[in-house]
């Protein structure tokens, strides 16, 4: 007898172990705009100039949390007691008690933020993109919105959390923020009261920026393109600019290259090798399976979001090298104007002028032994 799952119960049991396994891995290998003050000096001060658009407001209370500007230097550190943000000109970290920040956090954020617009030509404020308060997190806060009311304008909201009950919250990027959970970015007390003794729970040694770049770009991705853009191009493009974006700025960042020589780069399994016969099915479907076997089970209306990372991370590539660096702006552009019909794989056969793209992608995948099953 054939045990039957609603997609959700699958898609969550997938989620829980992409985010077990992220977090082992990770931590082993416009509203008007008003200025306010904050309720004490920073403990780290900024050697950047002030941007010209500082405006976060609690509406709530009207009552400013602690403003943290870091200094940018990387040995410095920064270990919130409480509630505070950090302000840079296109994002807002929100932060809670036991984040330990080190002091080129910010700025190595920010010149990521710009590599990734340079890159993929995108814009991290579309003003196509609606924009709201910082979104409710309150399953994260024991059932509290220490952020409600808040308006930030068009910046990125970024979490950075801690977790103090190792429910291996994780990392995720989507279409209203990022959160970044890492057990380097924890301090001390925290570690030592929690982690420390623990299996399997391993710091780094260094903050995983090749991680933040995923969720980061992923972010904006979705700002760009929520509705016209299948998950494996939303998702890819995050993995893809995952490599490229270290690759670029590491000369100058030196944080951001020492995550990008120690990534973790295996890759995870995916559900059936891709060829020249199945490549276009499987990017249509975009991993959405009627029914799914998953060790015996039969789930029902699930997405695969794992496979969908790991067939966008080899798709743009491909396209990267066969047709020009500039190939996501170009599909972004031409699903923004199409995409509503969802025949996505005819518009990037349009937009490259290549009926054979899909054939050719299944192909290469077979020469370079990648996407080759379980």
Avoid at 32 to 44: A, F, G, L, Q, R
Avoid at 57 to 84: C, M, P, R, V
Avoid at 312 to 337: N, P, T, V
């Amino acid at each position: 007898m054939k045990k039957v799952i609603e997609g959700k119960t699958l898609t969550s049991l997938l989620l829980a172990l992409s985010v077990t396994c992220s977090m082992i891995l990770c931590s082993c290998s416009k509203p008007e705009e008003t200025t306010v003050k904050p309720t004490e000096e920073p403990t780290v001060t900024s050697t950047s100039e002030e941007p010209t658009d500082t405006s976060v407001i609690n509406a709530k209370d009207n009552t400013a949390y602690e403003k943290i500007e870091l200094d940018g230097n990387a040995e410095s550190k920064f270990n919130a007691t409480g509630y505070s943000y950090v302000e840079a000109d296109k994002f807002v970290l929100l932060l809670e008690k036991d984040v330990c920040l080190p002091g080129d956090f910010a700025d190595n954020l920010s010149a990521i933020i710009d590599e990734i617009e340079k890159e993929t030509g995108l814009t991290y404020a579309p003003d196509g993109f609606s924009y709201t308060d910082v979104p409710d997190m309150s399953w994260h806060y024991n059932d509290t919105n220490p952020w409600a009311n808040w308006n930030i304008g068009r910046k990125i909201p970024i979490f950075v959390c801690a977790d103090y009950n190792d429910d291996l919250v994780g990392s995720v990027g989507n279409a209203e923020y990022v959160r970044i959970t890492q057990y380097d970015l924890f301090s001390d007390e925290l570690w030592n009261s929690v982690y420390k003794d623990m299996e399997n729970r391993e710091k780094l040694g260094y903050v995983d920026y090749v991680e933040i770049t995923t969720h980061i770009t992923t972010h904006i991705a979705y700002r760009n393109n929520i509705s016209n853009m299948p998950g494996i191009m939303l998702r890819g493009i995050g993995v893809h600019m995952s490599y490229t974006v270290p690759a670029a700025l590491g000369d100058k960042y030196p944080n951001i290259k020492l995550a990008d020589g120690n990534r973790y780069s295996a890759d995870g399994l995916a559900p059936e090798a891709i060829n020249a016969d199945n490549a276009e099915e499987i990017f249509t479907n975009d991993y959405f399976y009627k029914e799914y076997n998953f060790g015996g089970i039969i789930y029902e209306n699930i997405t695969l979001y794992s496979a969908q990372d790991l067939y966008g991370k080899y798709f743009c590539r491909f396209l990267s090298e066969q047709y020009g660096s500039d190939f996501y702006k170009k599909i972004s552009d031409a699903m923004a104007k199409d995409g509503a019909g969802k025949e996505y794989a005819k518009i990037i056969k349009t937009t490259f002028n290549d009926e054979d793209i899909f054939t050719k992608f299944g192909n290469w995948c077979v020469k370079n032994n990648y996407l080759q099953g379980q």
